[in-house]
C-alpha cells in the first residue's frame, strides 16, 4: 500500500473515549452499590477467573485484593477532566466520547440536579475549546438507585422514567451538542445482567431478557425523537459491540447477537457506533477455542482482520460508522502500538472498498475501572497511577498521535518494533 494510499478521508475524527463510571469517581448508583456488596466474593474468585493468564502473577496481589472491585474515586475525572483533555489535544485528538452519569443528574425520581448538568456543560466546553468535538453518550450501563429499585429496565415504566432523563438533558444540552449516543452495548448489557446473571441486577431468564430488549429499542426510539425535537439537525446513534464471527453457525450467530437491534431500530439512527473486541470461531454449533498467541492481558484475543468483516457487514445499513471503541487491556503497553495500526490498516481497507466510516475512538484514553474486574486491567492510552492519580503518557499514545496529526497510518518507530514497552 503507497503511503498516499494510507491517508483516511478528509474531516475523520481521531479520539478515545470514556464511560462516567469507569473514570470519574464516587458515583452513586446500581454498580456502586452492586460493588460494595461483591468485592469480596470477586477477590475470592480472582484465582478461578485468571489464574489461567499468562500475567496472573503480575496480577495476582490486585485481583486477590477486594478494594480492586470497588470503583471509589476512579481516576478523578470528574475534577481533572481539563487536565485529560489537554492531555487528548497533546495527542491530537480531535473528538472524544463520554458519558453523562444519569445517577447524577437525576439523584431522586423527578429531581434533576442543575449543578451537576451545569458540570457536564463545562465538560463539553472544555473539549470544544481544545478543538474537541464531544460524542454524548446517555447511558453507559449504569443505572440511578431509584430506577434500579423499582427493577430497572424490566419495569413498565422505565421508558418514560429514561425520556424524561433525555429530555432535561437534551433540553440544556441542545446547543453544545452535535453527536447523541442513546445507549452502550445493549446487548452486551443484556447478556451480562440478564441472561448470564454476571452483572447487576445478576438475573436469568430469558423471557425477563426478552422484556429488557423490548423497554430498550423503546428507550432508544423515545430518545432519537426527543433529540430531534430539540434540535432536527443532531446526529443521533446508538454504539453496539459487534463480534467477528466465522464457520460452523456464525450467520445464525451474526443475526441474533450482532444485528438483531439495529434491525429493530430502523430508521431511528442517523448513525451506528461500532465497539469492536472479539473474534469467534464455529465449527458446526459448538466454538472452537482460538489458538491464537496473540492475545491481550485479560486473554482476550487479538484479530485486527475481523474489524474488517465487521464494517463491510454494516454497510447494509446505509449509515456513518463510527468505531467507538476499539482497544485491549495491556499494562505493559508492549502491543497496543501494533494494535490500534493494524486496526486501521483493515478499516482503510473497508473505507477504500466504500464503507463510510468517518471516526475512530480507541478505549480508554485513561486507565479505569474494568467492571466486574476491577483496576488491574490497563486499558489507557494513559497510565494511571491510583495511589496518586498521575497521569503518564505511555509510549503507544505518542505513535497514535502521529496518525491523529496526519491523518495517516504512521510508520512503528524504530524503538517500538515488535511492542512497546514501558519502563517503570
Not at 461500532?274 to 459448538?286: A, T
Not at 473505507?351 to 479505569?368: K, R, T
Not at 490497563?378 to 497514535?400: C, N, Q
Request: with cysteine.
Amino acid at each position: 500500500m503507497s503511503e498516499e494510499s494510507k491517508n483516511f478521508p478528509q474531516g475523520f475524527l481521531w479520539g478515545s473515549a470514556t464511560s462516567s463510571h469507569q473514570v470519574e469517581g464516587n458515583c452513586d448508583n446500581d454498580w456502586s452499590r452492586w460493588e460494595k456488596a461483591n468485592a469480596e466474593r470477586l477477590a475470592e474468585e480472582a484465582e478461578g477467573r485468571f489464574s489461567h493468564l499468562p500475567n496472573w502473577p503480575e496480577i495476582k496481589d490486585e485481583a486477590q485484593n477486594p478494594q480492586n472491585y470497588i470503583s471509589g474515586r476512579a481516576c478523578d475525572h470528574y475534577h481533572r477532566f481539563e487536565e485529560d483533555f489537554d492531555i487528548a489535544k497533546s495527542l491530537g485528538h480531535n473528538a472524544h466520547r463520554f458519558s453523562i452519569e444519569w445517577s447524577r443528574i437525576e439523584p431522586e425520581e423527578g429531581k434533576f440536579n442543575e449543578v451537576e448538568i451545569e458540570h457536564y456543560r463545562q465538560v463539553i466546553l472544555a473539549l470544544r475549546t481544545r478543538g474537541i468535538e464531544p460524542f454524548v453518550t446517555l447511558n453507559h450501563w449504569t443505572l440511578p438507585l431509584w430506577f434500579s429499585e423499582k427493577g430497572g429496565w424490566q419495569n413498565s415504566q422505565s421508558v418514560i422514567n429514561f425520556a424524561k432523563f433525555v429530555d432535561f438533558v437534551a433540553k440544556n444540552l441542545k446547543n453544545e451538542v452535535n453527536f447523541w449516543i442513546t445507549l452502550n452495548e445493549p446487548g452486551i448489557y443484556i447478556a451480562q445482567s440478564y441472561l448470564l446473571g454476571l452483572w447487576p441486577p445478576q438475573k436469568k431468564s430469558l423471557l425477563v431478557s426478552l422484556k429488557i430488549l423490548k423497554n430498550l429499542l423503546s428507550a432508544h426510539k423515545s430518545a432519537f425523537n426527543i433529540i430531534k425535537s430539540f434540535d432536527p439537525k443532531a446526529q443521533v446513534g446508538l454504539v453496539d459491540d459487534i463480534m467477528y464471527y466465522e464457520g460452523g453457525i456464525s450467520f445464525l450467530a451474526d443475526w441474533f447477537a450482532n444485528r438483531e437491534f439495529l434491525n429493530l431500530v430502523g430508521r431511528r439512527m442517523d448513525f451506528i457506533g461500532l465497539n469492536f473486541y472479539f473474534h469467534q470461531k464455529f465449527s458446526g454449533f459448538k466454538f472452537i477455542k482460538s489458538d491464537s498467541e496473540n492475545k491481550s492481558d485479560l486473554g482476550w484475543e487479538i484479530h485486527p482482520e475481523g474489524i474488517y468483516h465487521v464494517l463491510k457487514k454494516l454497510k447494509r445499513y446505509h449509515r456513518p460508522i463510527y468505531i467507538t471503541e476499539n482497544g485491549l487491556a495491556d499494562a505493559k503497553d508492549a502491543k497496543r502500538a501494533e494494535f490500534i495500526r493494524e486496526h486501521l490498516k483493515w478499516t482503510q481497507k473497508a473505507i477504500a472498498e466504500g464503507v463510510d466510516v468517518q471516526g475512530y475512538f480507541h478505549w480508554s484514553l485513561l486507565d479505569n475501572f474494568e467492571w466486574d474486574k476491577g483496576f488491574w486491567p490497563r486499558f489507557g492510552l494513559v497510565e494511571i497511577d491510583y495511589k496518586t492519580l498521575e497521569r503518564k503518557i505511555r509510549p503507544s499514545a505518542l505513535e497514535y498521535a502521529k496518525i491523529c496529526k496526519n491523518n495517516v497510518i504512521a510508520s512503528p518507530a524504530p524503538q517500538l518494533r515488535g511492542g512497546a514497552k514501558q519502563s517503570r
